[in-house]
């Protein structure tokens, strides 16, 4: 009678108790960053929208980078391994998570001996014995919630690897983008240092006949030269440019980038418009998936506090079988052959040389580094978006003035050239008009570039418009996971 009421009474006190941990309550740190975002002159160019970023294929409304941008998702090989990290991230929280229940297996054994002849009276025989057993092997009674807080801690780092993922997924959105914007500035730059070949050939051919009939120099006829061979340079380093820049975003791609889907000349991936936070509040951090990872961390982290206490404490284990025996193969299951086995078994931590304190100790200081990374990605976020808003905001007016630079510089070259054929300057002073020329040129298409960059920047810093509880088969993950918790009596 009192062995059929030990038992209710262990497992309502392994019922009451395994739900608890020695884990520290969690609370979410303060932001190390002011409440809303630079503002003043630049930033003055920048428009705000209430609305939420858009997922990635509304955001991008060219066709030919957007059909780019998915060939990088199905082929580049570094998001590939992120996506594969999320798997074995998952795997791992599920062999943590098998650890909180018992594992009974099935065994069956025959053992057969044989006893000599002078120690059975003269004649020799072998005996046999059969057994089959259902047994679980030693199971401990988280009493002190220590294995669930390594539970809590490898789901914690299964979020945060999926979180990294979705980074690495915006990440590489932003970078393709990028990538497909340069290869058509870089088709720009070469068209606009063949068009200057081709000028400085012209002026080196009138110069040769002007020279020829002696209205030139020798000197002005070989500043002449100097130019062709300057341009000659500068075109081969752009078309080197060009096929590195298609490398490049092939590299991201992960295959080959059909020729059709380059962009023709310097073309915008997107026309979306206004991206900004209204009110240029800093909590959109908030949604960024590295930030959402550095958090996970944190929060395995203080889960690891809990394992950690739960040491000081004593561990009870239970190992027990329930089968039959017999001395015949054919008797094994026959009535009256069953048997049982029943060995609890209780540890208590007296004298561990200082281990456990020093494991709490490691524990309490991985949690303040943990909170030390989580300000530090928080702040660095705020940074990467500082710097966005200032580009937005200047861009424009840049782009704007290198314009008027532009319309300037071809006005004093085509007025250099007229002075010079009419005899008021020399050539060098048409070399150095055009050299301005160019230059200026040159700077708008890199500050166009940089224009058209600006709102994918500020996309990807921002966090991208990515999914807050979604993983790569498109299923809830924390959901799951959370139910599966909850299942458990956590």
Same mark, same amino acid.
């Given at each position: ?33 002011? /409440? ?10 920048? %428009? ?5 970023? =858009? ?95 390594? $539970? ?25 983008? #990028? ?23 012209? #002026? ?5 006949? @002007? ?17 062709? *061979?300057?341009?000659? *340079?500068?075109?081969? &380093? ?21 020729? %059709? ?7 915008? &991936?997107?026309?979306? /418009? ?6 240029? @509040? @800093? ?5 960024? =998936? ?10 395995? *982290?203080?889960? $690891?506090? /809990?394992?950690?206490?739960? $040491? ?22 026959? *009535? ?16 561990? /040389? ?18 030390? $990374? ?9 940074? %990467? ?44 002073? +048409? ?6 020329? +160019? ?14 960059? @600006? ?31 909850? #299942?458990?009596?956590?």
């Amino acid at each position: 009678m009192i062995k059929s009421r030990v038992c209710p009474i262990v497992l309502a006190l392994v019922l009451v108790l395994g739900g608890c941990t020695l884990a520290p309550t969690y609370e979410q740190p303060q932001m190390p960053v002011p /409440g809303t975002f630079p503002t003043g002159e630049a930033y003055s160019d920048v %428009e705000t929208s209430a609305q939420e970023l =858009p997922p990635w294929e509304k955001f991008f409304t060219n066709k030919n980078a957007r059909q780019v941008i998915q060939m990088a998702l199905e082929n580049n090989r570094d998001l590939r391994v992120a996506m594969l990290n999320v798997d074995k991230a998952r795997a791992q929280y599920g062999i943590q998570r098998s650890q909180l229940m018992p594992t009974v297996g099935a065994v069956g054994t025959e053992t057969a001996s044989k006893t000599p002849a002078y120690l059975a009276q003269g004649h020799s025989y072998v005996s046999h014995s059969y057994q089959a057993n259902l047994s679980t092997a030693s199971w401990e009674i988280d009493l002190f919630g220590r294995l669930r807080s390594l $539970n809590e801690a490898a789901l914690q780092n299964y979020f945060a690897t999926a979180e990294n993922r979705w980074a690495a997924q915006i990440e590489l959105i932003a970078a393709v983008a #990028s990538a497909w914007i340069n290869v058509g500035a870089q088709k720009q730059f070469e068209q606009l240092q063949r068009i200057t070949l081709k000028s400085q050939l012209e #002026s080196y051919r009138l110069m040769q006949s @002007s020279y020829r009939l002696g209205a030139s120099s020798l000197l002005e006829l070989e500043q002449a030269k100097t130019t062709v *061979a300057q341009a000659k *340079a500068a075109l081969a &380093a752009y078309q080197r440019e060009l096929a590195q820049a298609r490398n490049a975003l092939e590299l991201l791609v992960g295959t080959k980038v059909p020729e %059709e889907l380059e962009p023709k000349k310097l073309e915008d &991936a997107t026309e979306f /418009g206004a991206i900004a936070p209204a009110g240029l @509040s @800093s909590t959109v951090l908030l949604n960024r =998936p590295d930030i959402r990872a550095a958090e996970n961390t944190l929060k395995a *982290a203080n889960a $690891n506090i /809990g394992a950690a206490r739960a $040491n000081f404490f004593p561990t009870i284990s239970l190992t027990g079988g329930i089968g039959s025996a017999s001395l015949h193969l054919s008797d094994l299951f026959t *009535a009256g052959s069953g048997l049982w086995s029943f060995a609890p078994s209780i540890s208590l931590p007296i004298f561990t /040389g200082g281990a456990n304190i020093a494991q709490l100790q490691v524990a309490e200081a991985d949690k303040a580094i943990m909170v030390a $990374n989580y300000e530090k990605s928080i702040q660095n976020a705020f940074a %990467e978006v500082s710097d966005a808003l200032a580009t937005e905001g200047t861009v424009k007016r840049q782009c704007a003035a290198l314009k008027e630079l532009v319309q300037a510089t071809q006005n004093a070259y085509r007025l250099s050239q007229n002075r010079y054929k009419n005899g008021l300057d020399g050539f060098l002073t +048409v070399l150095e008009s055009q050299r301005q020329m +160019v230059a200026a040129q040159t700077s708008l298409i890199a500050s166009e570039q940089t224009r058209l960059n @600006s709102n994918i920047m500020l996309y990807k810093v921002l966090g991208g418009g990515v999914p807050k509880d979604i993983d790569p088969d498109e299923s809830g993950y924390k959901e799951k996971a959370a139910a599966e918790v909850k #299942s458990d009596g956590v």
